[in-house]
């Protein structure tokens, strides 16, 4: 787990810009640094000194931070220049089946030098091109450049679950793990899209390539991209597969527990010591179940938790700890926490929280350093096997549809979004602000706007049923988010995050499933508990492990408690520079901001979500700013 940048300028910039953008990503790889650039004349990658006064113009280069977890000897540095010179390589993630690949390549008589996954990556490039990424299983997001045609290749996982972005404008191309980067860079403006914010404030994030700022791109996940000569071409290599229900539920079954015990173990492979992220949930509970097996020797768990109990899952975390006995970390996450420490996570997602809970995972990874380099998570499971439950309204939705007067008669109408359609209806259910509320605090805010995006990413589905439609648009939307969120912060204390639910296999698994192992309907849907009816195979599987009330249990959301947070006097001293930010990003009703804050401190509610969206945006907006003061 690592940090890359990347520079492709006509003009060439600055050496020394090339080694401050890599330095803003000091926190993702704190072991080690290293820098190339492409000398032209001499046609060769030349390493270059990050201590020394850089001052010549570099075309083409590279920057890498690592943090070592495998092959933990200089023999893993990065960039990594191919034996005979041609390719160099940056790379962030893990390979899990890269030995494989290696023995593989050795029998055939390729010779390596070191035993990181890295260098395999870079000698399946030279021999397969972009044929290569149908070998990999993994996290990934890497960078290659050919010596001999000046030829960039950029490439990302299956799943989004390590993230890489671009900046074009000009003759300038520029890639990095994170956009910060980009803010050393002379050529860099960092311009707010206002077309997007009516998306963010419906929706608290971006779906798709774009962002906030202007020009500045992710490349999708199971994609790669090549840049030669000004030209940009991107190519999918792997895409959710549509829902085609070819497996028995016993035979899904089966083949699913098989799968995760597979997966975990491939994810064990670290040379320092890791351990896992426990909710106290269903799905880290059972990825921690199969860990603690399969692992050699002690093994760590780090929580958080709150001082309400509401909010807290202690007695599960406790439950799970013992059965397993596991070493348990825990963390209290409280109200003074929050305010104090979002300017810093701002700054380490590069974009505003999208969740409130980005500030537990922080504390999170902040605690788990003490203790382990790597966490392995339950992240993904909620959005491939449908454990929120608006998947549980879809199924209704649409066994109902057909007959008119159901929907309504059900009382599930009183549960749906109200929107223009079904396209727009099964769309809005991930969002989380009321429209109304919205353009009364933004008068610019447009519904067609904040909808178009995640339209035609709806439209592209093609699956069997109006659920697994939903399952797989979640995938390509909401579930990115939340990976992206679990990098950056698990990074930003250069924690490496590993999420074993998604391996793409068990994901191809999921659509082959019949839908019902994931959502399934009661006879009657008036006072269902819903919770029992969602992410029913993953249940069962956990209540073979922890027993049918742990696994059954109604589920709980890691939310933080906004109200809370809101009445804190911490928050009070903090919220009038968030509100002048407000004032200065223009185009919100500072009238109606000061309304929603006082009946967001009274009631909560929709007016609090808002104002949640609209901190987080002002926050980020400072921290932009406060940064580029510090630049002139």
């Not at 960078?143 to 972005?165: E, N």
């Not at 597969?241 to 527990?257: D, F, G, I, N, V």
């Not at 939307?477 to 698990?490: A, G, H, I, P, S």
């Given at each position: 787990?690592?940090?890359?940048?990347?520079?492709?300028?006509?003009?060439?910039?600055?050496?020394?810009?090339?080694?401050?953008?890599?330095?803003?990503?000091?926190?993702?790889?704190?072991?080690?640094?290293?820098?190339?650039?492409?000398?032209?004349?001499?046609?060769?990658?030349?390493e270059?000194?990050?201590?020394?006064?850089?001052?010549?113009?570099?075309?083409?280069?590279?920057?890498?931070?690592?943090?070592?977890?495998?092959?933990?000897?200089?023999?893993?540095?990065?960039p990594?220049?191919?034996?005979?010179?041609?390719?160099?390589?940056?790379?962030?993630?893990?390979?899990?089946?890269?030995?494989?690949?290696r023995?593989?390549?050795?029998?055939?008589?390729?010779?390596?030098?070191?035993?990181?996954d890295?260098?395999?990556?870079?000698?399946?490039?030279?021999?397969?091109?972009?044929?290569?990424?149908?070998?990999?299983?993994?996290?990934?997001?890497?960078?290659?450049?050919?010596?001999?045609?000046q030829?960039?290749?950029?490439a990302?996982?299956?799943?989004?679950?390590?993230?890489?972005?671009?900046?074009?404008?000009?003759?300038?191309?520029?890639?990095?793990?994170?956009?910060?980067?980009?803010?050393?860079?002379?050529?860099?403006?960092?311009?707010?899209?206002?077309?997007?914010?009516?998306?963010?404030?419906?929706?608290?994030?971006?779906?798709?390539?774009?962002?906030?700022?202007?020009?500045?791109?992710?490349?999708?996940?199971?994609?790669y991209?090549?840049?030669?000569?000004?030209?940009?071409?991107?190519?999918?290599?792997?895409?959710?597969?549509?829902?085609?229900?070819?497996?028995?539920p016993?035979?899904?079954?089966?083949?699913l527990?098989?799968?995760?015990?597979?997966?975990?173990?491939?994810?064990?492979?670290?040379?320092?010591?890791?351990?896992?992220?426990?909710?106290?949930?269903?799905?880290?509970s059972?990825?921690?179940?199969?860990?603690?097996?399969?692992?050699?020797?002690?093994?760590?768990?780090?929580?958080?938790?709150?001082?309400?109990?509401?909010?807290?899952?202690?007695?599960?975390i406790?439950?799970?700890n013992?059965?397993?006995?596991?070493?348990?970390?825990?963390?209290?996450?409280?109200?003074?926490?929050?305010?104090?420490?979002?300017?810093?996570?701002?700054?380490h997602?590069?974009?505003?929280?999208?969740?409130?809970?980005?500030?537990?995972?922080?504390l999170?990874?902040?605690t788990?350093?003490?203790y382990?380099?790597?966490?392995?998570?339950?992240?993904?499971?909620d959005?491939?096997?449908?454990?929120?439950?608006?998947?549980?309204?879809?199924?209704?939705?649409?066994r109902?549809?057909?007959?008119?007067?159901?929907?309504?008669?059900?009382?599930?109408?009183?549960?749906?979004?109200?929107?223009d359609?079904?396209d727009?209806?099964?769309?809005?259910?991930?969002?989380?602000?009321?429209?109304?509320?919205?353009?009364?605090?933004d008068p610019?805010?447009?519904?067609?706007?904040?909808?178009?995006?995640?339209?035609?990413?709806?439209?592209?589905?093609?699956?069997?049923?109006?659920?697994?439609r939903?399952?797989?648009?979640?995938?390509?939307?909401?579930?990115?988010?939340?990976?992206?969120?679990?990098?950056?912060?698990?990074?930003?204390?250069?924690?490496?995050?590993?999420?074993p639910?998604?391996?793409?296999?068990?994901?191809?698994?999921?659509?082959?499933?019949p839908?019902?192992?994931?959502?399934?309907?009661?006879?009657?849907?008036?006072?269902?508990?819903?919770?029992?009816?969602?992410?029913?195979?993953?249940?069962?599987?956990?209540?073979?492990?922890?027993?049918?009330?742990?696994?059954?249990?109604?589920?709980?959301?890691?939310?933080?408690?906004?109200?809370e947070?809101?009445?804190?006097?911490?928050?009070?001293?903090?919220?009038?520079?968030?509100?002048?930010?407000?004032?200065?990003?223009?185009?919100?009703?500072?009238?109606?901001?000061?309304?929603?804050?006082?009946?967001?401190?009274?009631?909560?509610?929709?007016?609090?979500?808002?104002?949640?969206?609209?901190?987080?945006?002002?926050?980020?907006?400072?921290?932009?700013?406060?940064?580029?003061?510090?630049?002139?």
């Amino acid at each position: 787990m690592c940090g890359f940048v990347g520079v492709l300028d006509s003009e060439g910039v600055p050496g020394r810009a090339l080694r401050d953008m890599t330095q803003a990503l000091a926190h993702r790889g704190p072991d080690d640094v290293g820098l190339v650039c492409l000398d032209r004349s001499a046609r060769q990658f030349v390493e270059v000194d990050p201590k020394a006064e850089l001052g010549e113009r570099c075309f083409t280069g590279m920057g890498f931070r690592r943090l070592s977890i495998l092959d933990t000897s200089h023999n893993g540095h990065q960039p990594m220049v191919s034996q005979d010179g041609r390719f160099a390589i940056t790379f962030n993630g893990e390979i899990y089946n890269f030995r494989e690949l290696r023995t593989e390549l050795v029998t055939r008589g390729h010779r390596f030098r070191s035993q990181s996954d890295t260098e395999v990556l870079l000698r399946l490039y030279e021999l397969y091109g972009p044929e290569m990424l149908a070998q990999l299983n993994g996290m990934f997001a890497f960078a290659i450049v050919d010596r001999d045609s000046q030829k960039l290749f950029l490439a990302r996982d299956h799943m989004g679950i390590k993230p890489l972005y671009y900046y074009e404008r000009g003759g300038c191309f520029l890639y990095a793990s994170e956009v910060k980067a980009f803010l050393y860079h002379p050529a860099f403006q960092p311009v707010l899209d206002r077309q997007r914010l009516s998306e963010y404030f419906l929706f608290r994030y971006i779906a798709g390539t774009n962002s906030l700022l202007k020009n500045v791109h992710s490349l999708e996940p199971g994609t790669y991209m090549t840049v030669h000569d000004g030209q940009r071409v991107s190519h999918t290599y792997w895409t959710v597969p549509p829902h085609r229900s070819m497996l028995k539920p016993r035979e899904a079954r089966t083949q699913l527990t098989e799968l995760l015990q597979s997966s975990v173990k491939c994810q064990l492979i670290s040379d320092v010591k890791l351990g896992c992220q426990l909710s106290g949930g269903v799905d880290s509970s059972i990825v921690s179940y199969w860990a603690a097996r399969q692992h050699e020797g002690l093994f760590d768990s780090v929580s958080v938790i709150f001082q309400d109990p509401r909010y807290s899952e202690e007695p599960y975390i406790d439950q799970v700890n013992s059965s397993l006995g596991l070493v348990g970390h825990k963390a209290t996450l409280d109200v003074n926490f929050m305010v104090e420490n979002l300017p810093q996570a701002t700054w380490h997602n590069d974009f505003p929280l999208s969740l409130p809970n980005c500030l537990g995972i922080y504390l999170l990874s902040q605690t788990a350093r003490r203790y382990v380099t790597v966490l392995l998570s339950g992240e993904g499971a909620d959005e491939v096997f449908g454990g929120y439950r608006r998947f549980y309204y879809a199924a209704w939705l649409e066994r109902l549809a057909p007959i008119p007067g159901l929907i309504r008669l059900s009382g599930l109408d009183r549960k749906l979004p109200r929107y223009d359609g079904l396209d727009q209806t099964m769309v809005g259910l991930s969002a989380f602000g009321d429209p109304a509320l919205i353009e009364r605090v933004d008068p610019d805010f447009s519904l067609e706007e904040a909808l178009a995006p995640r339209l035609e990413i709806w439209n592209a589905t093609r699956d069997d049923t109006l659920l697994e439609r939903l399952l797989t648009y979640e995938q390509r939307t909401y579930l990115v988010e939340l990976l992206l969120r679990q990098d950056k912060m698990c990074m930003a204390h250069g924690v490496e995050n590993r999420v074993p639910l998604l391996d793409h296999r068990i994901v191809e698994l999921a659509k082959q499933m019949p839908t019902a192992l994931k959502v399934s309907t009661p006879r009657l849907p008036r006072r269902a508990r819903v919770d029992y009816y969602t992410k029913r195979v993953l249940k069962e599987i956990a209540a073979g492990s922890f027993g049918e009330p742990f696994a059954y249990r109604p589920k709980a959301v890691f939310a933080l408690p906004l109200h809370e947070l809101f009445t804190s006097p911490a928050f009070d001293a903090a919220f009038p520079e968030y509100r002048n930010a407000l004032r200065d990003l223009g185009g919100c009703d500072l009238g109606e901001v000061d309304a929603l804050y006082r009946v967001a401190r009274d009631a909560g509610g929709p007016h609090a979500e808002l104002l949640w969206n609209l901190v987080a945006v002002a926050a980020w907006w400072l921290v932009l700013h406060r940064h580029e003061a510090r630049m002139v």
